[in-house]
């Protein structure tokens, strides 16, 4: 069975041939301390030569180790440049000192060359009223894009490495352009503005997720995080009212056109996945370990309904753990989570640069031993 049937089937909760695989951004180091480890055993990397892009290099790493999929950053939107609101000045003077605004009311400022999230511009009401209506008037990116991400799927199921699309994640997107530091007070105080704002980044999304449809490509990510480690980020009234009814928008678009939808959030999102599962995802993503996400009893609760991705522990055992602990945690994955499919057994993060080259061997190796249907226990 090939890697793209191997996935769609487990997001249909069929059983493949076995267990599929999935991992998230192969991180830089990562990358360059996989390609040293090769060269000193004396192999080369198939798929590695004439592949210059980032993304490319990543999917070779990825179809190496022996993953089913991975995901690709593929959302692109265009703003108007000429009506983007105007950021009153105090604002100016208190928040930007050490960085600027994108698109997305986000300030980000740069580190070694890198632009990192500090906090969001949209302090006021008006300002989030104004930013409501240029929102809306966000385009998504030209048509030669989406042929060429089309391409680069086509290009990675001919591999044997799903790149599933990521586009979009209006929740993320919502309080991240309010800040933390403001984010309970508008939440409170002006509800309807935020789910208004949510609601319009929401049609952005909906619109490049259709780009993506037509291109053939029948699954994708929104990366939408909205999670602490011990909690949601928002009560279940507040996720209820201002999100659930816009995710419904996005997932009924999706199967509209005979697509999966996929939610990825870190941290603990137990507390919310009755309601995307009311809204109608197909699955979640990546049921962080090291924060306190479960898979024997979320599987018990919710395997019948949704699709689980992840749960393997990034840090503790794939990063300072030993292949004996790998192994072990891989196997009691496959029992907790893998009968009936519904189940993609990948790490509860990216591939660190922590993360050690014999333990994500190792649990490859595992699940492709262990991992195929029917499970013998």
Known sequence: MNAHDRIWKTLSHEEPDRIPTFCQTIDPPFVKKYRKYLV???????????????????LAVAK?????????????????????PKIPAELKQKYLQK???????????????????????????????????YVKKIKPGPDF??????????????????????AGGPTYTTWAAIG??????????????????????TDVDIQMQTRLFEQGIDMVFICDDHAYKDRCMFSKTQFQDLFVDNFKRMANNAHKHGAKLLMHTDGNL???????????????????????????????????????????????????GTVEQTIAMTKQMILDAGEKGGYILAPGSDVLPTTNIKNIEAMIDTVHKYGTYPLRR
């Open 40 to 58: 000193k055993k004396g192999e080369g990397m198939k798929y590695y030569r004439n592949w210059f892009s980032l993304f490319k290099r990543e």
């Open 270 to 320: 137990e507390q919310e996945i009755p309601q995307l599962i009311e809204a109608g995802f197909d699955a979640v993503e990546p049921l962080e370990y090291e924060a306190n996400n479960r898979l024997k009893p979320l599987k018990e609760m919710y395997g019948d309904d949704i699709t689980l991705i992840g749960n393997v522990a990034s840090t503790e055992v794939l990063s300072f």
């Open 145 to 166: 894009y989406w042929r060429y991400t089309r391409r680069i799927w086509e290009k990675g199921c001919e591999m044997g490495v799903v790149p599933i699309p990521t």
């Open 99 to 133: 960085g600027t605004v994108n698109s997305a009311g986000h300030i980000n400022g740069r580190n070694h060359g890198e632009l990192w999230y500090i906090d969001g511009i949209l302090k006021t009401p008006e300002l989030l009223r104004e930013w409501i209506a």
């Open 180 to 201: 933390l530091n403001r984010v309970a007070y508008m939440f409170r105080k002006y509800p309807n503005l935020v789910r208004e704002l949510h609601a319009a980044w």
């Open 64 to 84: 190496s180790l022996g993953f089913d999929a991975k995901w690709k950053h593929s959302g692109l939107f265009i703003p108007g440049l000429f009506n983007r």
